[in-house]
Structures are given as C-alpha cells and as structure tokens.
C-alpha cells in the first residue's frame, strides 16, 4: 500500500488513531442481516447539524426502513472519534470530512476507510462579527482576533483557504485562536474572546438573535464548491456488504431529492424532529440559508475533481506532502446506481 507523509495536525491525528486501533479488537466485517430482511447498520456522525438535513430527512421520511435498513444513529463529536469508531468496528459508516479517509490511509492502516457517498458540496460555517459590517471584505480580518477551527480539521482549512485566495496569509496576518472547543467558540465569542468567530449553525443564528453577533460573511460562499463531507466505510466492510451499503446509499439519495424538490419551510418541518430544542423559525431561517447557498448536491457522486479540491486545500494547509489515490479512497458504483 502506498504512503503519503503529512505534517502537523495529520500527523498528530494519525498517531491518536493508532494508538486507539492498538487497544482495540478487530470486527468480522460480515454483513449484519438479522433473521428477515432487516439490516442493521450504526452510523456515526461528527455532529449532529442541520447542515446535514437529506440525512435526517432520509430518517424522519421512513426511507432506510423502505430500504430494509435499521438504522441506528450515534453522533461522535468530532471527526476523530468518528473515524476511531469506524475503524475499531464501533460503527459501520462514518459521516465526516473526508480529509480524515486520507490521514488513515496516509498513516498505513491496511483496512482503509473509503468515501462512497457524498453529501454536501459548500462548507456549512460563517464568519460572524462583534458588530454589524457593511460591504464586508476578507481584507477586515488583517490584524484582528478570530476564533477558528481545530487545527487539520475542514473548518479551519477551507477558512485558510479563503483568506489565502484573498491574499492574506492565515499565519501571519491574522490572530487565530484554535484552542477552544469545537462547539464552545460561539459561547467564548459571547465571552469577549475574539473580533471574529467562525461558526455553524445553529450558533450563527443564535449570536444574531442575541444581538451579540452579525453574520458578514458565508465560507461555503467564498470558498466554492468543496466535498466538505462525506459517507465512508473500512474497505473490507464495502466489500462484505455491497448490498446493505448500496441500500443505504439509496435511502440517502430519496432523501437528496427530497430537498431538491421541496422548500426550505417543508425540509425544515420534516427534519423537526431531529431538533427538539430549535424553534421553527429558527430552523426554517437556518434550512434557507444552506438552502440558499446550494449547499447540497443532487446526487451522492463524490467526483475526482473534488478530490483534487480537497486534496489542493489539504496542501495549501501545509498538512499534505504527497498527494493520496482518488482511485483507493473513492468509489462512485454506489451513488451512480442510486442516481440512476
């Protein structure tokens, strides 16, 4: 199998997961059907967001259980822990950024984790500021505070991404604070720390209502279309369970068309559920503005040239040396059939 080096973060993020793998048994990989037709599969997710809605509409609308899948959801917090879950055989599909797929690879692990689906095409964050601004430019943030993202994590990537197609260099020109908590920025924000943060939603909106932030500025916007996350499974797992995964991906792809046929205001009625403690119009304020910036695909078909994308922004991140094989951690067969 073919190596890649990587510096800082995917270095750091590769030898946690070893040393997690060492301390874990391994899983049969066979396919999980119980008695009828019924098949169970845990899927972990790196958080739960409403910028993954096709996911929960998929869910709340019945379309795993059409497809014989018993479905159970666990979120991981975290990229990280959803990877170690899905290569320690905690889970059987991982939801996350598919950077994460290249560090295991990278790291030499024999039993690879491969993308089969992907889900959205724009980064789900946005940069809020303390006070309202008018005609905002990336420029603004040249000698200020922001609170980012966790270092080799696709947050704080495709945001040095953008400063870096506007000419501003992430390390020298702007403070970036990354040693806070993923989810604990917006509270920090509202703390006093920082003239900038960088947030999903539901805190962008949240800091609004508040009146304690403005939202300026759309990374998924700015940075154009990027594979910022995606479904993946251990190779042998693909392998052994063509038929579960290919259910799976096709449950997914009803719920991709779902969104693409409905308004912000049904997929925000459907997905409820999922987020009980959301008022309405909060989460229909939220489903529009991913809605609005095209933030999902059409289909689930995770095309090499996002591949090259990613794997551009990985480099400029300073994280990837050499480049990894779209061929090795990327199969298409199962979103093409589901799209057909």
């Known amino acids: 199998m073919k190596r890649v080096s990587l510096k800082r973060a995917g270095a750091v993020c590769i030898a946690l997961l070893t040393v997690t793998l060492s301390m874990a048994g391994c899983g049969n ?3 999980k059907v119980e008695s009828g037709s019924s098949k169970k599969v845990v899927l972990n997710e790196v958080a739960h967001s409403i910028f993954y809605a096709p996911m929960y509409v998929a869910i709340e609308e019945g379309y795993f259980e059409e497809k014989g899948i018993e479905l159970t959801l666990v979120t991981g917090f975290g990229a990280d822990k959803t990877m170690t879950a899905v290569l320690t055989d905690e889970a059987d599909i991982g939801f996350m950024g598919s950077e994460s797929t290249i560090y295991t ?11 089969f689906a992907q889900l959205t095409q724009r980064a789900g964050n946005f940069l809020v500021s303390r006070e309202p601004v008018e005609d905002f430019s990336w420029d ?3 000698g200020k505070d922001v609170l980012g993202g966790r ?12 400063l870096e197609k506007n000419g501003i260099d992430p390390m020298a020109d702007v403070r970036i604070d990354q040693s806070i908590d993923f989810g604990s920025t917006a509270a920090a924000f509202s703390g006093g720390q920082g003239d900038y943060t960088v947030e999903f939603e539901p805190h962008a909106t949240s800091l609004e209502q508040k009146g304690e932030g403005y939202v300026v500025a759309s990374l998924g916007e700015d940075s154009g279309y990027v594979p910022y996350t995606s479904f993946s499974a251990k190779k042998s797992y693909l392998e052994k369970n063509r038929d579960t995964v290919q259910a799976f991906t096709d449950a ?3 719920g991709m068309d779902y969104v693409r046929n409905h308004t912000p205001a049904e997929i925000a009625e459907v997905i409820a559920p999922q987020f009980p403690e959301t008022e309405m119009d909060t989460l229909t304020t939220i489903v529009e503005r ?14 090499e040239s ?3 994308l990613l794997q551009n922004i990985l480099e400029d991140s300073g994280v990837l040396e050499k480049r990894v094989p779209y061929g090795d951690l990327v199969t298409a067969e199962f979103a093409q059939k589901a799209a057909e």
């Open 29 to 31: 990989g066979e396919d």
């Open 105 to 115: 690879y990278a790291g030499g692990t024999e039993d690879y984790v491969v993308n």
């Open 140 to 142: 603004m943030l040249v």
């Open 151 to 162: 270092a080799g994590g696709m947050p704080e990537m495709v945001f040095e991404y953008i």
């Open 252 to 254: 997914l792809q009803k």
């Open 290 to 303: 991913y809605y609005n910036q095209d933030t999902w695909k059409e289909n689930l078909i995770f095309e």
């Open 306 to 308: 996002s591949f090259d």
